[in-house]
């Protein structure tokens, strides 16, 4: 089994920045992609960025492509995702997720694991 700890969430205003952090135990993680998904009040669940095990391909949802860099640091069993430029639409709660296959995709359905969540609020 693997545990996901997301942190880094809070309030921050238009054009701010966030840097998200994932931590993963029970498991070392170092093998399988990991992604960063939000979900709004209201709305689905969508796929953010997501980096296969040895960081490359990397995936970007259009909303965030420019603004967002997604990260890992295996040696730390970690995942961070740096956000600038914040908009009030992309105010949601971010979850960190792990997929058993080394390959990212935005599919939401192919991860395995997730984390409980941290609240990014953006403030116009």
């Known amino acids: 089994q693997v545990q996901l700890v997301e942190s880094g969430g809070g309030l921050v205003q238009a054009g701010g920045s966030l840097r998200l952090s994932c931590a993963a135990s029970?498991?070392?993680?170092?093998?399988?992609?990991m992604g960063w998904f939000r979900q709004a009040p209201g709305k689905e669940r969508d796929s953010v960025a997501a980096?296969?095990?040895?960081?490359?391909?990397?995936y970007y949802g259009d909303s965030v492509k420019g603004r967002f860099t997604i990260s890992r640091d295996n040696a730390k069993n970690m995942m961070f995702l740096q956000m600038n430029s914040l908009k009030p639409e992309d105010t949601a709660v971010y979850y960190c997720?792990?997929?058993?296959?080394?390959?990212?995709?935005?599919?939401?359905?192919?991860?395995?694991?997730w984390g409980q969540g941290t609240q990014v609020t953006v403030s116009s």
């Open positions: 997720a792990v997929r058993k296959n080394s390959v990212a995709t935005s599919r939401i359905r192919e991860y395995d694991y």
């Open positions: 029970g498991r070392t993680v170092s093998r399988y992609a």
């Open positions: 980096i296969s095990s040895n960081g490359y391909p990397i």
